[in-house]
């Protein structure tokens, strides 16, 4: 932590109770405990901030733990996500004003601090990514895990937020379930979008609900990017699928466009010498792999096609096994790409 946010933090730490009230006003200070719900001010108990302890170490004051999520942090956390910051500065300047302000046992809850953004645009794909954490040990590896997909390579692009809103329609009332956030991204690295995975809380499927992927942002010609393409790329349409090709190639860059169309409709890097297009077989798949190789061709860029053996590439994982995958990968691979990308994977794996 830098040393303004740790200084910041312990400042914090000895009015904790006053910053509790402050941006967590839905909950209630029990014994030596502010219980709420979670860090965002939701109505509940799940989460408890301590209010008295040293200024560091075990039992510090203002470090708090979800027991439902087990999130946890300080108290600058709470300030960035009851308040909707997405930037350290801004984290910083409110909890000095905080710091500045007279207080009393009664304070209000915090002015809204968070600008307007339209509902779906890509400044919300970006606040929702990172309000959102990392995958370790989370409920989105747990889900991969139930996919097949054990080896993680690069996934800086997947995160998980444990309560993510879903909306079944206008007339319905707003649901949170656990959800695997994916960054969509243009060539020079920019989030322009996001893609929800709503996740079922046993971690064994997607949620029971009507739709549980839905994108947002600017999809266009972006997509979800597992490594940084230079010469050689791999692109498909959905993630699962990019990701069990990692299983056996986790080397080569790859995307995933999150849908046959914007597969189809995909940018390309200026450096690409070689696209491998990953096929859906169904219709809408096979229409893509044909425009985005007449694309790729037109510009002198090499295109192969992977084909699987079943409806795509994670359906071959799960019931073929990554044996016969990484069999059935390597004919289709240029055979300096074999060497390049699958070898020391083999050698490896025996």
Request: glycine content about 8%.
């Amino acid at each position: 932590m830098p040393r303004d946010a740790s200084d910041l933090a312990h400042r914090l730490a000895r009015e904790a109770e006053a910053v509790c009230r402050h941006y967590l006003s839905h909950g209630r200070r029990e014994g030596r405990y502010w219980l709420v719900g979670d860090v965002r001010n939701t109505p509940g108990r799940s989460m408890f901030v301590r209010l008295k302890g040293p200024e560091s170490g075990r039992g510090a004051a203002g470090k708090w733990t979800d027991a439902a999520t087990g999130e946890h942090g300080d108290l600058l956390d709470i300030i960035r996500e009851s308040c909707g910051l997405l930037e350290f500065r801004d984290v910083a300047d409110e909890a000095r004003r905080f710091l500045s302000m007279p207080r009393t046992d009664t304070d209000p809850a915090p002015k809204a601090t968070r600008s307007p953004i339209q509902t779906g645009s890509p400044e919300a794909a970006r606040r929702l990514f990172a309000m959102s954490q990392p995958i370790g040990r989370t409920l989105v590896e747990a889900y991969l895990r139930n996919r097949g997909i054990t080896a993680l390579h690069e996934a800086g692009a997947l995160r998980f937020h444990p309560r993510c809103y879903y909306r079944p329609d206008e007339n319905a009332p707003t649901e949170t379930w656990p959800a695997m956030i994916a960054r969509v991204s243009d060539l020079g690295g920019r989030i322009t979008g996001a893609h929800r995975t709503w996740l079922d809380p046993s971690g064994r499927g997607k949620a029971p609900i009507d739709t549980p992927r839905r994108a947002m942002g600017d999809l266009l010609g972006n997509a979800v990017r597992f490594g940084v393409a230079n010469d050689v790329l791999a692109a498909g349409e959905g993630i699962e699928t990019m990701l069990s090709l990692r299983c056996v190639l986790p080397t080569l860059p790859m995307v995933a466009a999150l849908s046959a169309n914007h597969l189809a409709a995909l940018l390309l890097p200026l450096t690409l010498r070689r696209l491998y297009i990953a096929r859906d077989v169904d219709l809408a798949g096979d229409a893509a792999v044909t425009s985005l190789t007449e694309r790729a061709e037109a510009v002198g860029i090499e295109t192969l096609t992977l084909s699987p053996r079943l409806d795509d590439f994670n359906e071959d994982l799960r019931t073929l096994g990554i044996d016969e995958l990484r069999a059935a990968l390597r004919i289709q691979l240029a055979p300096q790409d074999v060497i390049r990308f699958m070898l020391w994977v083999t050698a490896e794996t025996g």
